[in-house]
């Protein structure tokens, strides 16, 4: 039998977390809203994987008012992510959560901040600012751009 000496053995991430000063507006991946919001936008991906196609591909008219609306509210959910993906801790290659949030942030913007952003662009709105044009067939396409985020 391995008996182990006090003060050699390595301490978990949780307990590390634990041991710090107390650091504020930190959401920690295993956390279970977290766990649930995730779930929710992965819901909305699915969604939005399937129709997004549909919708540029067959869809020969404008939109109707409902489906900007219900398309800026599911836009509005993934700008909310992008703000919450600023505060979400993130694990290091040593196994330690990364709770700074300069750290967090330079992560976040190196690539999938980008994505998100441009994928998260409520562009059915430029489809209602430019209803009168008969340009509107272009701002279809820049919807694809939402299948970026999967």
């Not at 039998?1 to 507006?25: D, F, H, N, W, Y």
């Amino acid at each position: 039998m391995i008996k182990e000496k006090a003060g050699t053995q390595e301490e978990k991430p949780e307990e590390q977390i634990l041991s710090m000063k107390k650091v504020r507006c930190i959401i920690l991946p295993n956390n279970k809203l977290m766990l649930r919001w995730n779930l929710w936008v992965s819901c909305l991906l699915i969604y939005t994987a399937l129709a997004v196609p549909i919708k540029v591909s067959f869809q020969e008219s404008d939109s109707t008012v409902a489906e900007i609306i219900f398309d800026t509210c599911i836009d509005s959910f993934f700008l909310v992510d992008i703000v919450l993906m600023f505060f979400q801790a993130f694990e290091r290659k040593d196994g330690v959560y990364e709770l700074r949030h300069k750290y967090i942030a330079k992560k976040y913007l190196a690539i999938w901040f980008w994505i998100d952003l441009i994928s998260s662009a409520p562009m059915q709105l430029l489809e209602l600012v430019d209803a009168g044009s008969d340009n509107t067939e272009h701002f279809k396409w820049f919807r694809i751009f939402r299948i970026a985020k999967l």
